[in-house]
């Protein structure tokens, strides 16, 4: 059974050529829209997007 009303989930995006800021591994971040934040899928890095 779907719920014909709700909308899709988004899945998360990769970030191309992007850095983690803490782990320092680059093209492991991704861009949760849901959420609205960007997190390391290696170290666990999470940080707010911007307004």
Request: overall charge negative; hydrophobic content about 35%.
């Amino acid at each position: 059974m779907s719920d014909s009303g709700s909308e899709p989930k988004q899945r998360p995006r990769f970030v191309a050529g992007a850095v983690c800021p803490s782990c320092q591994e680059m093209d492991r971040m991704v861009i949760d829209g849901a959420a609205d934040e960007r997190r390391c899928v290696v170290c666990g890095f999470v940080e707010a997007r911007p307004d």
